[in-house]
């Protein structure tokens, strides 16, 4: 029984499958275009709509570069940082890096990898 049921479902997904596609695949991935226009293209379309033309790719990500910092603060300071972060709607740590990078004169877009 539950064979049944299953073939009846794979044939129903793979009808169901075929008519979306029929029905919303009209035009073909833009090639040799603009980030922006690339971008407005998958605006409007689904990329489940095209998933037989997209081809598998391998990615490597470089280690994180940055470094850590271990600071030992007391418990009243830690909690004047925090509520002055939670007042910001950021994070103590983000809170303290900022502190650093306006004390250190680093536009605030930059990160502390390579400042000092």
């Known amino acids: 029984m539950i064979v049944i049921k299953k073939l009846i479902w794979d044939g ?3 009808e169901m499958e075929t008519t979306m596609t ?3 695949r009209k035009d073909s991935i833009p090639k040799d ?3 922006k226009e690339l971008s407005k293209f998958w ?12 081809k598998q790719i391998n990615v490597k990500f ?3 570069l940055s470094q850590g910092i271990t600071i030992r603060l ?10 002055k972060a ?3 709607g950021i994070g103590p740590t983000a809170l303290i890096c900022m502190w650093i990078l306006e004390r250190l004169k680093i536009p605030s877009g930059h990160t502390l990898r390579g400042a000092v």
């Open 33 to 35: 275009v603009s980030r």
């Open 86 to 88: 939670q007042k910001k």
């Open 62 to 64: 470089a280690k994180n």
């Open 12 to 14: 129903w997904n793979k």
């Open 43 to 54: 605006d409007t379309h689904s990329v489940v709509d095209y998933v037989d033309e997209l």
């Open 22 to 24: 029929k029905k919303h």
């Open 74 to 83: 007391d418990s009243q300071t830690l909690e004047k940082i925090r509520l």
